[in-house]
């Protein structure tokens, strides 16, 4: 029996779905790229953006025309909207949240499905493997047939049962490339953000469990390895006394990466400029495995726009972030996320953003045009920038973009990099590898036993968003 998962949204959900992944494969299932071959279909949804929303929507269409000719069991997961869930529930067998997936062997069970696993049982006894813990419940239970209106405070709690979800060992997607979660939640309540009523407050992740992950992946070989969280620089805020904080962590694998013979690269995403404090900077900029990349999110240059976003930090405090970066870590490069088109943006205030992007010279930004999602306090306005207005000031800000990722890429003409091979690249007879900025650099090669591998390429060309050059060492000690 086979199951095809259709991931959408972010790297948490990226993670996320590989411990889907890890229960469906203790089942027994097995992976398939190819929809139609499945048993069991399921969805990693993101209610953060309408456009992933509307891709579930397509999926449940089609995969409901299948399930009239075939026995065919549809899951969804992941960060759901109340108001996305209660649509769901009419089309989807199963809906839940993640914090429950150690009860999705269960779910599946009880809904009448035998899996691979329980046929197996019969002639080696369900002791004999490795299972998640499960609690027992009804169908009714994870069906949620009661949905709570977004603005009732009780979906406001920390994510029910989200520690147990971090004991299931992912089922790595890749054998050099990793994400570790650190947190899940968040508390800041952006006017535009759905995140805090579909994970719900901040919960920090215990950091001895933190550490353990981490450096059973570096032993396994893994080379780059991200810590994940909504807002990860308020880590161990929720367990003042308890828990180190973002920098002590941060600190705590460094002193590890010194230890350790093995060479690794670690990123975090995504930061809040409310919570970054010099000390994080500071600890980044002495230890040589905490890669020299730092996501910052802006949202907007314009500060009248911020307050409605309600994101609690002016242009001037991101200033002095950026402005620390440089002067601790000039050699690290800088991304961002930035919204366009929100409610009630002047000509002026996007105007302000683009300055900003002049200003900071950013590396690569996420540019999103601005969607209304329900529950969140800016979906009680008008969304009057229209469409087309959105994608002109869109493409604006990319074009502003291009301009500096070109300039910067330039700079390292001439230059040997030492880089990350992630795979194979587009271009015919090329590989694509990343440098500790996570700028894409690409060779001439058909070795692909470099995957993997840290290489050392000396760049002979640039363009906006990418990098080419000549293989100068084949295989960088590790």
């Known amino acids: 029996m086979k199951y095809h998962i259709v991931q959408l949204g972010c790297q948490m959900n990226i993670s996320d779905g590989e411990r889907v992944q890890r229960v469906l494969e203790r089942l027994g299932f097995e992976p398939t790229d190819y929809e139609e071959e499945a048993n069991l279909l399921g969805v990693i949804a993101c209610s953060v953006r309408q456009k992933g929303i509307d891709k579930v929507y397509s999926k449940m269409q089609k995969w409901d025309r299948w399930r009239k000719k075939k026995n065919l069991l549809t899951f969804v997961t992941g960060c759901v909207l109340p108001a996305d869930r209660e649509k769901f529930l009419k089309q989807f067998d199963l809906v839940f949240p993640m914090s429950e997936l150690p009860e999705f062997p269960e779910m599946i069970q009880q809904y009448g499905i035998v899996t691979p696993a329980g046929i197996q049982s019969l002639d080696k006894g369900l002791e004999e ?70 994970r719900g407050r901040e919960v920090s992740r215990p950091s001895d469990e933190i ?71 500071e600890v980044i900029s002495q230890y040589s495995c905490l890669a020299k990349q730092i996501h910052l999110p802006i949202q907007s240059g314009d500060d009248e726009v911020l307050v409605r976003m309600n994101r609690k930090h002016s242009v001037e405090k991101y200033r002095a972030i950026v402005q620390t970066i440089r002067r601790l870590i000039p050699e690290a490069t800088l991304f961002t996320d930035i919204i366009v088109g929100f409610t009630g943006e002047t000509e002026v205030q996007i105007e302000n953003t683009r300055k900003a992007m002049e200003e900071f010279k950013y590396n690569m930004a996420y540019i999103a045009q601005y969607s209304p999602r329900p529950g969140a306090a800016s979906s009680r306005w008008a969304d009057d920038i229209p469409k087309e207005e959105k994608k002109k000031r869109y493409h604006m800000l990319t074009e502003e973009l291009m301009k500096h990722s070109l300039e910067y890429n330039k700079g390292l003409k001439g230059k040997t990099m030492e880089v990350l091979v992630r795979g194979k690249d587009r271009k015919e007879g090329y590989l694509s590898a990343l440098t500790e900025g996570k700028i894409i650099v690409r060779f001439a090669s058909d070795d692909e036993s470099l995957i993997g591998q840290f290489v050392k390429v000396k760049v002979n060309s640039a363009a906006p968003f990418s990098t080419e050059g000549v293989l100068v060492k084949e295989v960088v000690a590790a």
Not at 148 to 166: A, N, V
């Open 211 to 281: 550490m353990a992950e981490l450096k059973d992946l570096v032993e396994k070989g893994f080379k780059s390895i991200t810590l994940l969280g909504q807002n990860v620089n308020s880590y161990g805020l929720d367990k003042k006394g308890e828990e180190v904080s973002f920098a002590e962590l941060l600190r705590m694998i460094g002193e590890y990466g010194n230890q350790s013979e093995k060479k690794f690269w670690v990123y975090f995403t995504s930061p809040h400029p409310r919570d970054m404090k010099d000390e994080v900077i």
């Open 129 to 198: 493997m490795e299972k998640p813990v499960i609690k027992s419940r009804n169908e009714a239970a994870f069906k949620l047939a009661g949905v709570s209106h977004p603005s009732d405070k009780s979906i406001l709690h920390p994510e029910k049962d989200i520690e147990t979800f971090w004991h299931i060992v992912p089922k790595y997607s890749s054998g050099f490339e990793a994400f570790i979660p650190i947190q899940n939640g968040c508390n800041k309540f952006c006017s535009f953000c759905a995140v805090p009523y579909t």
